[in-house]
């Protein structure tokens, strides 16, 4: 089992251009998460996925921001039009069920220029 | 809204002394609470879960406990090695993870 596998590990994009970051999970895991750090502060939860289904994004910036996890294939964050702002790393979690352990990959590190 | 809170948030220790680090969560409707591990510029590497049923579970010389009607939890490391140097995150796991702003730790020889 190869674990939660996040690539690219390093992306530079500049101002307005989009940025796809990209998740598999670990086999036999169908939760996905998406969350996003900071330089010296925490993890922030941004959206949780199942196969085809969205079931929590509220922590997701309204605009801009998108995810998806389709029936074949990875998890998909996708962020439109990206700003300096968004420069950050961003971690991915997959889980078997609700009240399972979670595990991470190794995230993506973005940089907006 | 759940809320984490750890403290300290920052610790430094010389070798072989046995630490204990704190987390506390404001909802105790938990499934469950992970301790992580994080190395600078790394992933999350997953140390302990504790099941909202259990109190403690114990791994090497790490001990995590669990009292979820006051919200709080423990990560206690026995003998500390400079190779523990890292942050330390505790989540509490309401269908999504919360986490706390971690402990950054430092042993130093």
């Known amino acids: 089992n190869a674990g939660v596998m996040q690539n690219p590990r390093h992306l530079v994009r500049r101002r307005g251009q989009e940025a796809r970051l990209r998740c598999s999970p670990m086999k036999g895991h169908s939760h996905v998460y998406w969350y996003r750090q900071l330089p010296e502060e925490g993890l922030k939860f941004m959206v949780y996925l199942q196969k085809e289904n969205i079931i929590d994004e509220s922590g997701m910036p309204k605009e801009r921001f998108s995810a998806e996890f389709p029936k074949e294939g990875p998890s998909i964050l996708r962020i439109q039009q990206v700003v300096r702002g968004d420069s950050a790393a961003y971690f991915c979690a997959s889980k078997a069920g609700t009240n399972t352990e979670a595990f991470f990959g190794q995230g993506t590190r973005l940089t907006v220029v | 809204k759940q809320e984490v809170t750890q403290i300290p948030a920052a610790l430094s220790v010389p070798e072989g002394e046995n630490l204990v680090l704190n987390c506390s969560f404001t909802?105790?409707?938990?499934?469950?609470l992970q301790w992580f591990r994080q190395d600078p510029g790394k992933g999350l590497t997953s140390l302990l879960l504790?099941?909202?049923?259990?109190r403690e579970q114990t791994s090497g010389r790490l001990n995590a406990s669990l009292d979820k009607s006051s919200g709080r939890s423990t990560l206690y490391i026995a003998a500390s090695q400079p190779g523990d140097s890292a942050t330390y995150l505790c989540?509490?796991?309401?269908?999504?993870?919360?986490f706390g702003t971690g402990t950054r730790l430092q042993v130093f020889p």
């Open positions: 909802d105790s409707a938990i499934y469950n």
């Open positions: 989540a509490a796991n309401t269908d999504k993870l919360i």
């Open positions: 504790i099941q909202s049923s259990q």
